[in-house]
């Protein structure tokens, strides 16, 4: 906000300065010129770090899944919310053209499969967990299970299990 | 290969096609602009895993061809993923020159988009263009309230070094200089002979699968 009040008062000063060299004050070009270029290194500031923050959100759908923790939305301006949700929307709208009927998950899979299963521990008590022959597992905090591998996936990076290596 | 009245279909045993999907997902890896869709591998894959798993629910559990089976079915979906992954990472960076590129591509050229990467594309580009245009431009001075994000995004960097495999021998390929005091020459390139080379100068080679990079 405050690029942009600069922006603002450099603008106006150089509106007036516009008007006087077109009644043909032919010295004051320099100085407009100069505040044409602070002008634009301001807006290409501006550009620049609100473009990284969206890329920086847009990394947030890839690691943390399409809801956020409050403690990230709350950093977030109500215009950032808004362009995570339409980028959310249109990447679920490709994901699911691709691949069959139900489309593919392409936050999944993240790296090469080395095993069916893996053995995980439990860092916070998540509750019921069903795998997929119809059995449910209870995720309790310090227990350990051993777990087919691309149901794990979601959880290990959102921080409720960890997988374990021994 | 099999032809069908006028039409060109390409039957391809399931190693072929993994084989075919694996190429692509290298050459996708490591060149620097996003390459030619190619959709009939995707569907074709996407089938081929669909036909996969219809099998393994139906097999005996327990047996052990269906954990070996699964795995496959693991790895195909990895390579598959990583592959739409590699490209939608490369759209979101270059999305004003893929855009562009796409936007007037000739009328026989093949596209490097599929419609829905395509459609994934224009809306990324319009949800930044509108975010950029509601928090910052509309309050800008008059005469800079637009952004050529043509401009302003980075292009991909042709000139970047790829290592490759030679397919298809090739001869007489034109290496452009890179100071001044060099001059252009002309190398051959061997069947299964492997370069470090400058993507720009053999960009088409991997359009036409005559090399594989790795």
Redesign the interface.
């Known amino acids: 906000r405050q690029a942009?009040e600069e922006?603002?008062a450099l603008?106006e000063r150089n509106q007036a300065d516009v008007s006087e060299a077109k009644s043909g004050r032919t010295d004051l070009i320099f100085l407009i010129r100069f505040r044409h270029c602070c002008?634009?290194r301001n807006?290409?500031c501006?550009?620049a770090y609100?473009?990284d923050r969206?890329l920086r959100i847009?990394a947030l759908r890839w690691e943390y899944g399409s809801v956020l923790p409050n403690a990230i939305q709350f950093h977030m301006?109500a215009?950032?919310v808004?362009?995570f949700s339409?980028?959310k929307k249109?990447?679920a709208?490709?994901m699911r053209?691709?691949?069959?009927e139900e489309g593919?998950d392409?936050t999944?899979?993240i790296?090469?499969?080395k095993?069916?299963y893996i053995e995980v521990r439990c860092l916070k008590d998540y509750g019921e967990f069903e795998i997929d022959d119809g059995t449910t597992v209870l995720l309790k905090k310090n227990s350990q299970h051993f777990l087919p591998?691309?149901k794990c996936e979601q959880l290990i990076r959102q921080g409720v299990l960890e997988h374990v290596l021994s | 290969a099999d032809s069908d009245g006028g039409s060109e279909e390409l039957v391809l045993t399931p190693a072929q096609l993994i084989r075919s999907l694996e190429q692509a997902w290298l050459n996708e890896k490591f060149a620097p602009e996003l390459l030619e869709s190619k959709p009939e591998i995707i569907e074709c894959v996407v089938e081929q895993l669909d036909h996969m798993e219809a099998n393994l629910k139906r097999a005996k559990k327990g047996d052990l061809k269906v954990s070996v089976h699964h795995m496959e079915i693991e790895r195909i979906r990895y390579v598959l993923s990583s592959y739409l992954r590699c490209r939608l990472v490369k759209i979101e960076k270059f999305f004003p020159h893929v855009l562009e590129k796409e936007k007037s591509r000739a009328e026989g050229e093949p596209s490097i988009l599929s419609p829905e990467e395509f459609a994934f594309a224009k809306e990324y580009m319009a949800n930044t263009e509108t975010y950029l245009k509601n928090v910052a431009l509309k309050h800008m001075p008059p005469n800079l309230q637009k952004v050529s994000l043509l401009k302003s995004v980075p292009k991909p960097n042709l000139d970047s070094f790829v290592f490759l495999r030679v397919l298809e021998r090739q001869e007489n390929i034109l290496v452009e200089p890179e100071t001044d005091e060099q001059r252009e020459y002309t190398i051959d390139l061997e069947e299964g002979s492997q370069h470090l080379i400058r993507y720009k100068t053999i960009a088409p080679l991997v359009a036409s699968g005559a090399v594989q990079l790795i």
């Not at chain 1, 053209?97 to 069959?100: F, K, Q």
């Open positions: 942009l922006m603002r603008y002008l634009l807006q290409r501006v550009v609100l473009y969206l847009r301006s215009e950032e808004e362009w339409r980028y249109s990447l709208t490709y053209s691709v691949g069959g593919l392409l999944q899979d790296k090469p499969p095993s069916l591998r691309w």
